[in-house]
């Protein structure tokens, strides 16, 4: 049986219009410089990586190798630069022991400082979020400072949770177990975790509050890797600096609009995506980059990209 959808007159350039502006929207965040065909304008995003490796790192002497001056608010939140060969890496290294490195108040008001500060530094490449409390990575939200809130401030605070989850990465936790206490995953996790491993089985996990191990996680997809914890304790972050490493040598303007382009296309339907991808496209034909690209694979050398 065939059906037939009728549209009034004009229905389909409203809808390509609409989708011409979602296109834009999206594409806005690239910054100022860029301009995609027509009056669309795009913005600069910096690149993220979130180390999600099951086994938490640890301080130890070992990972404090190839770091310039350390820049110090609190010692809650550590902020370095790495040198060397790992040059446009940031590590921020999240040190509340005493508080299984629970997000309060604080800790929210540093990290949103620091995520702010570190996307206007065009030789920032990539940041990772790592643990530096052995056997934690990060326990929710300070319960005991949440308990001390008024019921007015509850929902600001966690709408500043959300907002700096957005700014730094879209990833899931382990276990979302809001309900538990009679209230649900308020930072995000009730639209993150469908969209990275299906309704249904995010639904069973927030319903039960279940907190899943390692294999578990990664064999629903909530993470990339499972690791062996070495003796210095950091093997989750030394698997994070690895790929970190391999993002350095890409383009950074192709690596800011790759990253737009599949943030933004899975949300919207794969004709709209595939706009967004050509949108993102375009921004990379007229940068130096592609010409330096080119010219180094003509001339069989290693290729040396400003971001330009």
């Given at each position: 049986?065939?059906?037939?959808?009728?549209?009034?007159?004009?229905?389909?350039?409203?809808?390509?219009?609409?989708?011409?502006?979602?296109?834009?929207?999206?594409?806005?965040?690239?910054?100022?410089?860029?301009?995609?065909?027509?009056?669309?304008?795009?913005p600069?995003?910096?690149?993220?990586?979130?180390?999600?490796?099951?086994?938490?790192?640890?301080?130890?002497a070992?990972?404090?190798?190839?770091?310039?001056?350390?820049v110090?608010?609190?010692?809650?939140?550590?902020?370095?630069?790495?040198?060397?060969?790992?040059?446009?890496?940031?590590?921020?290294?999240?040190?509340?022991?005493?508080?299984?490195?629970?997000l309060?108040?604080?800790?929210?008001?540093?990290?949103?400082?620091?995520v702010?500060?570190?996307?206007?530094?065009?030789?920032?490449r990539?940041?990772?979020?790592r643990?530096?409390v052995?056997?934690?990575?990060?326990?929710?939200?300070?319960?005991?400072?949440?308990?001390?809130?008024?019921?007015?401030?509850?929902?600001?605070?966690?709408?500043?949770?959300?907002?700096?989850?957005?700014?730094?990465?879209?990833?899931?936790?382990?276990?979302?177990?809001?309900?538990?206490?009679?209230?649900?995953?308020?930072?995000?996790?009730?639209?993150?975790?469908?969209?990275?491993?299906?309704?249904?089985?995010a639904?069973?996990?927030?319903?039960?509050?279940?907190?899943?191990?390692?294999?578990?996680?990664?064999?629903?997809?909530?993470?990339?890797?499972?690791?062996?914890?070495?003796?210095?304790?950091?093997?989750?972050?030394?698997?994070?600096?690895?790929?970190?490493r391999?993002?350095?040598?890409?383009?950074?303007?192709a690596?800011?609009?790759?990253?737009?382009?599949?943030?933004?296309?899975?949300e919207?339907?794969?004709?709209?995506g595939?706009?967004?991808?050509?949108?993102?496209?375009?921004?990379?034909?007229?940068?130096?980059?592609?010409?330096?690209?080119?010219?180094?694979?003509?001339?069989?050398?290693?290729?040396?990209?400003?971001?330009?």
């Amino acid at each position: 049986m065939a059906v037939a959808a009728s549209a009034a007159p004009g229905a389909l350039g409203t809808l390509q219009a609409s989708r011409a502006r979602l296109v834009a929207a999206c594409c806005a965040r690239l910054g100022p410089r860029w301009r995609l065909p027509g009056s669309w304008t795009c913005p600069r995003v910096d690149s993220t990586i979130w180390a999600r490796g099951w086994t938490p790192a640890a301080g130890g002497a070992a990972w404090q190798r190839g770091y310039s001056a350390e820049v110090k608010t609190e010692d809650e939140l550590r902020v370095r630069y790495l040198e060397e060969e790992n040059r446009g890496i940031v590590v921020l290294g999240i040190n509340r022991a005493y508080a299984k490195n629970s997000l309060s108040k604080n800790l929210i008001k540093m990290l949103s400082k620091a995520v702010d500060a570190l996307k206007s530094d065009k030789k920032v490449r990539t940041i990772i979020v790592r643990s530096e409390v052995p056997g934690i990575f990060c326990a929710g939200a300070d319960l005991k400072e949440r308990a001390k809130m008024s019921s007015s401030e509850v929902g600001p605070f966690v709408s500043k949770i959300r907002a700096m989850i957005n700014e730094i990465a879209s990833s899931a936790k382990m276990g979302l177990v809001e309900t538990k206490l009679a209230i649900i995953p308020g930072g995000g996790g009730t639209q993150r975790l469908p969209r990275a491993i299906g309704m249904s089985l995010a639904k069973e996990l927030i319903f039960s509050a279940r907190v899943l191990d390692g294999q578990e996680a990664k064999s629903v997809g909530l993470i990339s890797h499972v690791l062996e914890q070495n003796q210095e304790g950091d093997a989750a972050y030394r698997k994070a600096l690895d790929l970190a490493r391999e993002f350095l040598p890409q383009g950074p303007v192709a690596m800011r609009v790759a990253k737009l382009a599949i943030n933004q296309g899975m949300e919207v339907d794969l004709v709209t995506g595939l706009a967004i991808e050509e949108a993102c496209y375009a921004q990379t034909i007229p940068t130096k980059d592609r010409l330096e690209g080119l010219l180094a694979f003509k001339e069989k050398r290693t290729p040396r990209y400003k971001g330009e």
